[in-house]
């Protein structure tokens, strides 16, 4: 047994990953290009691929077509302004309230006699 813990204090462990250093982000972001696995007509047609994905928006239609001039278009909810997508005040109604105390006491009913079982 000693001559085992011996072996195993003197062996050092070699990781077998090494890090480089301090990974550096580019300051510039790099111009769309196709994946080098991508087949040969798509990489032909990369540009005109990327001006369609470009124009059009996530639900098909023209957004200037659907907008007046004034509005302001957010492709995702947390690039509007926090006071539209976080509220201070959330006020529930009596029948929100009252739908979910039903589904608690529900399931705390079920738990307690499965419980039992």
Not at 45 to 74: C, I, N
Not at 76 to 94: C, G, I, M, Q, T
Request: charged fraction near 25%.
């Amino acid at each position: 047994m000693i001559p085992s813990l011996r072996s195993c204090a003197t062996r050092f462990h070699q990781p077998s990953i090494r890090f480089i250093g301090k990974r550096q982000w580019p300051s510039a972001v790099e111009a769309p290009q196709p994946h080098p696995a991508a087949s040969a007509e798509f990489r032909e047609h990369f540009a005109d691929f990327l001006k369609r994905r470009l124009r059009q928006t996530p639900s098909g239609t023209s957004e200037r077509a659907a907008l007046p001039d004034s509005a302001t278009v957010y492709s995702n909810f947390w690039e509007a302004p926090s006071k539209y997508w976080n509220p201070r005040v959330r006020e529930l109604d009596d029948w929100e309230m009252n739908s979910i105390m039903v589904r608690v006491q529900h399931w705390y009913i079920h738990k307690k006699h499965s419980s039992y079982i």
